[in-house]
C-alpha cells in the first residue's frame, strides 16, 4: 500500500489509520520483549544464586579442615536465605540478595570467603546478576507505565482487523468496479498480503497444536 501512487484522499486517510495501529502494535511487541527479559534476568540470577549455595555445601564437606572451617562460618550466613528464596517474589529476591551480598562481603567474611576457591567469583557473578536484573526491571516498569496510555495489543490487533476488512477492502472493492485500471493493481496485492498472513497464522496455530 505505501508504493501506490493513487491520489485518493480516502486511501490517505485508511494509511494513516494502519499506520498508527502499526506503531501502537510494534510498542506492545517491545513492552513483551521486556517482559521476557526480565524474566530471563532473574532466571540466571536465581542460577547464580543456586551454585553459590551448592559451592559452599561442598566445601563444608571438605577434607581440609581449614577449608571447612571457612565453609561453615559461610553458611551461618547462607542459612539465613536458603534455596527458599529463589522462590519468593521479584522484589523480595532482590532484597535478599542485596543483604547477602553486603553479609558476604564484610571484614569478618571476607577473608572466610577468600580461602574458597571459585566462591569470590560467584559472588561477583551474583552481584552482576543483580545489577542486570534491576536495570530489566526499570525497563519493565517503565513500559507497563507507558502501557497505560496505549490500547492492549488485542485492541490494537482488532481495531487492524476491523480497519482492513471493513474498510480498506470494501472500499476498493467498489473502486476496482469504478475504475479498474487506477484500483485493481493495488486490490490485488492487499488480497495477497491478507492471504499471506492468513497462511501465517493458520500455520503457526497448526504447529501449536501438533507440539
Known sequence: MGGTSLSDNHILMIRAELEKLMAGLKEQYHKQR??????????????????????NKGYVHHPDKSLSTAAQKVQQVLDKYGFGLVKKNYATQSTLIDALLRQLTQADMAPMVAQLSGMSE???????????????????HQARVEESKTPSATVLKYDLIQLVNH?????????VHINPESYKALYDGVARSIKQANDAVHRRKSSTTVS
Open 34 to 55: 521486556y517482559k521476557s527479559t526480565l524474566q530471563q534476568a532473574d532466571a540466571e540470577r536465581d542460577q547464580c544464586y543456586r551454585g553459590l549455595l551448592y559451592l
Open 122 to 140: 560467584l559472588i561477583e557473578q551474583l552481584d552482576k546478576a543483580q545489577r542486570n536484573f534491576e536495570s530489566a526491571e526499570r525497563q519493565w
Open 167 to 175: 474498510k480498506l477492502v470494501m472500499y476498493l472493492r467498489a473502486m
